[in-house]
């Protein structure tokens, strides 16, 4: 298997809230920091990376955000623009057919055409021969994917797309794309989940569908915001000793709210252990941990330490 | 900050639908079956539409794989969790695609039309996966189930969505692209070849064509021909489903964790709510982590836990409590911010609950949060 930095893609799904961004970032970070010139895209309206950098939104542009890292932001509607540009090979003609309402409105009824262009940029975006003029290429793309179900429609639109339009120039390209997503030496799909049931299943849930479906091997899952175990068992019979008020002890209202609150955190690490190793089991692909942050917010040291700590196994 | 007390039965009394929706990942499904289940136990015959529950709430609601078939939850089983009452609960699994063809069905003028349409390749991609589909069939079965008149209250969990304009754009969506005007250039261009129709289009088509491929326009405009007879059947409902959404008795609930990435999420949507003019009845922040009373920093209390712990157990107890303060004060702190932007509605928070929120006991104890006084 290819180390993760030597891909040319990495699409980082998952269920929704558990971090895919930050995890996304933390793996552009780490890859800067090894060298590489590297681009995380996010995908969709709402643009979060460069915000954990304290810099404004990069919208449809490259932007270097820190040496090494840049930032882009791909939408479908920019990314139809640009792609009839270079099939009409005008921008007269690209700016005519993009302003047209038949044209919008084929855009939206040619089903998985915003997700077709949408791949397709991030794909021109992995190649080292670019299409963008004068565009640089990079050692390594990220994707900040949709959650499961529409990162799926994602990875899958190539696809469609090539049975829909069954010949012609779509077809083509839609088979480029596609065999680029496949080729486990140029692209890595990466879940994000946190140890917790449902984000659990739902992982189990993608791999096998990432399987059936496009016969795509999930490379790694990262687990994310796992608590840090504190209590020997020992200890935990002695707090539980202690709220029981054993050995007459009486805890004053403040002392017990202290041992209720360290118990509960307790338990809340044993939970995720336990949804933890229901991953291990039931997942082909690694698991891999990365600690909750336990700040106040992610921010620029929270993705250095998120950084570091993927770094051990890339 | 008001001392007035605030209630979920304010923002719910007199609603018939209630839509809740959010980001993925911050309990919108268990909030939305806690919501039908207390108001079941209230003596309202209640249905909840759920989409794609976790398996174990699947399990206690009853509710089988197979989508789109209403179910009643056991009453004895509601009563055992402590959900008993006068009403009645019920809830289906919303299975898009199946809704489509239903719908299809339905419009069509006739039977080759029905097929024509179900066996055309752009179709069974729009009812599959394209983005849009999915939001617009939940509201269609709402729409249908509410025109039933088989239940007091509907409420419905919608798709996971960042975006909320593709939730509350669905149903115009649909109409517009099938919309005749537009539709005149490819039922020409189905029937009657390139050469027939006007010029203008004529070149429209062929860069179309040039730069997609001449089968995908062929099956676009078989797609559109067979769908003509349709539209407006499609526009007529897509105005009726429009306007439930608008009515008075209808209200958004949107939910949300105190994460500030799904706070975004719903600021964005709180938004876009306000300016489709759409009814927004509360924010529920969800899974609120709740501060410590005693403070880690007080010696008496560290002494009298080091004499009750020892030395390195007191400091570990310490240092959990110090870890979850700071993020009860993240949460705090992220739903002030939010509270301070909402324009009307109440804000409504559920602490995080320790144990499992996924059978009906876990149901009873999100409903019991959020039916209870709070204070803003």
Redesign the interface.
């Known amino acids: 298997m290819d180390a993760l930095l030597d891909r040319r893609l990495i699409f980082v799904t998952g ?4 971090g895919k ?1 930050t995890v996304a970032a933390a793996l552009g970070l780490a890859a800067a920091r090894a060298g590489r010139r590297v681009l995380v895209c996010e995908v ?3 643009e ?1 990376l460069t915000a954990s950098f304290g810099l404004p939104a990069a919208g449809f542009r490259e932007v270097e955000i820190e040496p090494g890292l840049h930032a882009f932001s791909v939408n479908p509607e920019d990314a139809i623009a640009e792609w ?1 540009r270079y ?2 090979h005008s921008r007269t ?1 690209a700016g005519l ?1 993009g302003g ?4 919008q ?2 855009a ?5 055409l ?2 077709m262009v949408t791949i397709g940029k991030v794909w021109e975006l992995a190649q080292l021969e670019r299409k963008t003029p004068s565009a640089a290429p990079y050692d390594l793309v990220i994707v900040d994917a ?2 499961t179900g ?1 990162g799926i ?1 994602l990875l ?1 639109a190539p696809r ?1 797309f090539a ?9 083509h390209q839609a088979e480029i794309v596609d065999g680029f997503l496949r080729d486990p030496a140029a692209t890595a799909v990466v879940a994000v989940t946190l140890a917790e ?3 659990v ?1 739902e992982t189990l849930d993608l791999e096998q569908r990432l399987y059936d479906e496009l016969g795509l091997a999930l490379d790694r899952v990262y687990v994310n915001a796992l ?1 840090p175990d ?2 020997k068992a020992a ?1 935990t019979r ?2 539980e000793a ?1 709220i029981a008020g054993d050995g007459n ?1 009486n ?5 017990l ?6 118990l ?4 809340t690490v044993r939970a995720q252990r336990s949804q933890l190793a229901r991953l291990r089991r039931g997942l082909t692909a690694k698991a891999l941990s990365l600690p909750h942050l ?5 921010g620029r040291d929270g993705l250095e330490r998120l950084a570091t700590k993927l770094e051990r196994d890339l | 900050m008001t001392a007035r007390a605030k209630r979920i039965d304010g923002v719910l009394a007199g609603k018939r639908v209630i839509v809740c929706a959010g980001s993925g990942g911050v309990g919108k499904t268990t909030t939305a079956a806690a919501i039908a289940a207390a108001l079941a136990a209230r003596g309202q015959r209640t249905i909840v539409l759920t989409i794609d529950p976790a398996r174990r709430l699947a399990d206690a609601l009853g509710l089988p794989d197979l989508g789109n078939e209403e179910h009643r939850v056991d009453p004895e089983r509601l009563r055992d969790a402590g959900l008993g009452g006068d009403g009645e609960l019920w809830a289906m699994t919303l299975d898009a695609k199946r809704t489509f063809d239903e719908l299809i069905d339905r419009t069509a003028p006739d039977a080759e039309t029905r097929d024509a349409v179900l066996a055309n390749p752009i179709y069974r991609q729009l009812s599959n996966a394209v983005a849009g589909s999915q939001e617009y069939m939940a509201m269609e079965k709402l729409y249908e189930l509410h025109e039933s008149g088989r239940y007091d209250v509907l409420v419905l969990d919608t798709p996971p969505t960042r975006n909320a304009l593709d939730f509350l754009d669905a149903p115009g969506r649909l109409a517009r692209f099938i919309d005749s005007r537009s539709l005149q250039v490819f039922r020409a261009s189905g029937r009657a070849g390139l050469g027939l129709v006007g010029r203008g289009v004529a070149s429209m088509l062929s860069v179309l064509e040039k730069a997609t491929g001449v089968e995908l326009l062929r099956d676009l405009a078989e797609f559109f021909n067979a769908f003509g007879g349709m539209a407006e059947g499609f526009r007529d409902r897509a105005r009726h489903v429009e306007a439930l959404l608008r009515d008075d008795a209808t209200t958004f609930l949107l939910v949300t964790s105190p994460r500030a990435a799904a706070i975004a999420d719903a600021s964005h949507f709180h938004a876009k709510l306000a300016e489709s003019g759409m009814p927004f009845g509360a924010l529920i922040v969800n899974r609120v982590r709740e501060p410590v009373s005693a403070t880690a920093d007080d010696a008496e209390l560290e002494r009298e836990l080091t004499e009750l712990l020892g030395e390195p157990l007191a400091r570990k107890a310490l240092h959990d409590v110090g870890d979850r303060n700071l993020l009860a004060e993240r949460d705090l702190r992220n739903t002030e911010r939010m509270r301070a932007e909402l324009t009307g509605g109440e804000l409504l928070t559920v602490p995080e609950l320790s144990g499992d929120v996924h059978d009906l006991g876990g149901l009873a104890a999100v409903a019991a949060q959020l039916f209870k006084r709070q204070r803003s």
């Open positions: 269920k929704g809230g558990v961004t969709g309206d709402q979060r009839l099939q009409l003609l057919l047209s309402r038949i044209f409105y084929l939206m009824a040619a089903p998985g915003a997700e949709p959650a529409h429609a899958r469609t049975e829909i339009a069954r010949v012609g120039p779509v077809n049931e449902m984000p299943s608590l504190r209590l200890e002695k707090l202690a002890a805890p004053s209202p403040s002392a709210a202290v041992l209720d609150a360290s509960a955190a307790h338990q336990l700040a106040a917010d992610v």
